[in-house]
Nanobody
């Protein structure tokens, strides 16, 4: 099974991006919570957000109120809407399947002017 992220890119401060994470059909993507993580250059990977199969969300303080995690369980999809982006949001974003402990390959997000 695999997870594939998409939707990253370059955006100016204050802009928005929407990340997607698609799980292959053999991934038990809806058995447990799914998460988003971020790794900035020189830093460890950090938790950003998670969403349970019931749609309950949890966010890191640094993104609370600006990022929104959602999912389409029927399509094995996970999303991260990112608004009011700042340069500190720059990094590689990864999705994670908690049930199978799977990670995607990551998608780069760069916020700069």
């Amino acid at each position: 099974g695999q997870l594939v992220e998409s939707g990253g890119g370059w955006v100016q401060p204050g802009g928005s991006l929407r990340l997607s994470c698609e799980a292959s059909p053999d991934v038990m993507f809806n058995y447990s919570a799914r998460g988003w993580y971020r790794q900035a250059p020189g830093n460890e990977r950090e938790f950003i957000a998670q969403i349970t199969t019931d749609g309950i969300t949890l966010y890191a303080d640094s993104v609370e109120g600006r990022f929104t995690a959602s999912s389409d369980n029927a399509k094995n999809m996970l999303y991260l809407q990112m608004d009011a982006l700042t340069p500190e949001d720059t990094g590689v974003y990864y999705c994670k399947d908690y049930f199978g402990q799977l990670w995607g390959q990551g998608t780069q997000v760069t916020v700069s002017s």
